[in-house]
């Protein structure tokens, strides 16, 4: 049999500079589309790393950039240009892998780092500079459906962030008990853990709804953040239980340093809090102030539209695979490809409390809030009185603009769905509203009864 030469193991070197030339002509969709293709296509060519990682970069796609780099220092551990790239990506987000970069680079060259770190203090404790940075690529992988390779990189870790991630790992499986189990354990041990104790509240919302939650909702609110992280978690620990005024006064007694800490999805999240309180201008100067990340910036554009248009923009609060387990969402597109019976049936078997299906409407964006709609709507036309009763309530609540609102509300008219000659409480411009459902019926058949005149008679 003849052997393949080596050089149909990789693509042709015009196609990377014709990738290349899409980039510097602004072309990015085109770049990304291409590279894609030969990624797939020839997964073990190293130069494509590179090359992914530059269309990434020139496409501002910020979280994507930090996982690229980390698979690319990983098929070339002596590449400085691959370490570069690394603390680049990583310098907002993930801090400590930006950190372990540096130090890579300076092994290479062969050059002492001036600021060396070996030891990481926390304040549950130290912890190795590896062993931080383990953790921090396993809360990047977990945003990319990498759970395995997630929990492989932490599984010898001792540590109540190791026990934090090994609960969002559990989650990412569509295990949602183990990891409620995992966080109490973790929190009832150390229970000024911030971060746990708001996944707890995430948990056991879908697991158990919402009542039953004030406890745990006043142990978040009492407890003051030790880090930027946990300001997030106290913040939107806050906002899902709609206690804005709290999280408005902890965003505003935030100590310094840590409001310094905090990344663009802070900034985000203040905005949301001051906007639910009917502070358009607090909200516009919290996206401001973040940084050039693309969500606060096109978040501000529509914001802007919203305050002039006194419509409701759609806010997304976290990632999708905070508000759904990855494994599941991932099985749910991929049978969706080939199975749409299959696919939906795959939702109907992940049972999350109503309470949660409405925060994650109001609070996750169109995507996630299409999921719900997926989710529910044919139980509800099936006769499930849960379902249809969260897709009505859903209607006075601020999910996404108006206009999808009504829309939503015409289609639950035409199913059957509301009661004819009714009233139902829907949100808009701003506010709840009543609005009446109304049967129309339309005969065309002119009667005795109906008195026109002789020439509209006639026609």
């Known amino acids: 049999m003849k052997k393949k030469s080596p050089a149909?193991?990789?693509?042709?070197?015009?196609?990377?500079?014709?990738?290349?030339?899409?980039?510097?002509?602004?072309?990015?969709?085109?770049?990304?589309?291409?590279?894609?293709?030969?990624?797939?296509?020839?997964?073990?060519?190293?130069?494509?790393?590179?090359?992914?990682?530059?269309?990434?970069?020139?496409?501002?796609?910020?979280?994507?950039?930090?996982?690229?780099?980390?698979?690319?220092?990983?098929?070339?551990?002596?590449?400085?240009?691959?370490w570069e790239a690394l603390e680049i990506s990583c310098e907002e987000d993930f801090p400590i892998l930006a950190i372990a970069a540096r130090h890579?680079?300076?092994?290479?060259?062969?050059?002492?780092?001036?600021?060396?770190?070996?030891?990481?203090?926390?304040?549950?404790?130290?912890?190795?500079?590896?062993?931080?940075?383990?953790?921090?690529?396993?809360?990047?992988?977990?945003?990319?459906?990498?759970a395995d390779e997630a929990e492989a990189l932490i599984v010898h870790i001792d540590h109540v962030f190791a026990r934090n991630t090994f609960a969002l790992v559990a989650f990412a499986h569509g295990d949602v008990e183990r990891a409620e189990s995992i966080l109490e354990e973790c929190c009832r041990a150390v229970p000024n853990n911030l971060f746990g104790l708001e996944h707890l509240l995430r948990f056991r919302l879908w697991l158990h709804g919402i009542d039953g939650l004030s406890e745990l909702g006043d142990a978040i609110e009492a407890l003051p953040p030790m880090r930027s992280e946990d300001l997030y978690s106290k913040l939107f620990g806050l906002a899902l239980l709609g206690r804005f005024e709290a999280a408005e006064r902890a965003w505003l007694e935030a100590l310094p340093e840590y409001l310094s800490g905090v990344n663009d999805r802070a900034h985000y999240l203040a905005a949301f809090i001051a906007w639910r309180q009917g502070r358009s201008d607090d909200a516009l100067a919290r996206l401001r102030a973040a940084g050039a990340g693309g969500e606060c910036e096109s978040m501000l554009a529509d914001l802007l539209l919203a305050v002039d248009r006194k419509d409701e923009p759609d806010w997304v609060i976290d990632t999708q695979y905070n508000w759904w387990p990855s494994v599941l969402l991932t099985q749910f597109r991929t049978l969706y490809e080939h199975d749409q019976k299959?696919?939906?049936?795959?939702?109907?078997?992940?049972?999350?409390?109503?309470?949660?299906?409405?925060?994650?409407?109001?609070?996750?964006?169109?995507?996630?809030?299409?999921?719900?709609?997926?989710?529910?709507?044919?139980?509800?036309?099936?006769?499930?009185v849960a379902a249809r009763t969260c897709l009505v309530e859903m209607l006075a609540r601020p999910c996404g603009p108006d206009v999808e609102r009504e829309g939503f509300h015409a289609w639950l008219q035409e199913r059957g769905l509301l009661e004819s000659n009714s009233q139902v409480l829907i949100w808009k411009k701003g506010e709840v509203t009543e609005s009446s459902n109304l049967t129309l019926n339309i005969d065309t058949a002119i009667t005795s009864a109906i008195d026109l005149p002789d020439e509209a008679a006639a026609r």
């Open 342 to 384: 299959a696919a939906f049936q795959s939702l109907e078997d992940t049972k999350p409390h109503m309470d949660y299906f409405a925060r994650m409407a109001e609070m996750a964006g169109f995507s996630m809030r299409s999921l719900v709609y997926t989710r529910l709507c044919q139980p509800a036309m099936d006769g499930d």
């Open 104 to 146: 890579r680079l300076a092994a290479l060259q062969g050059e002492p780092l001036d600021d060396a770190i070996d030891v990481i203090d926390t304040p549950f404790g130290a912890l190795s500079l590896d062993d931080s940075m383990r953790l921090d690529a396993a809360r990047m992988l977990l945003n990319f459906d990498r």
């Open 8 to 82: 149909e193991d990789r693509p042709q070197s015009a196609q990377l500079e014709a990738i290349r030339r899409l980039v510097k002509d602004d072309q990015i969709d085109e770049a990304e589309r291409r590279i894609e293709l030969l990624r797939q296509r020839y997964p073990n060519h190293k130069p494509l790393y590179a090359l992914y990682w530059d269309v990434l970069y020139a496409a501002g796609a910020i979280l994507e950039l930090a996982v690229a780099a980390w698979d690319w220092v990983h098929v070339s551990p002596n590449s400085m240009a691959a």
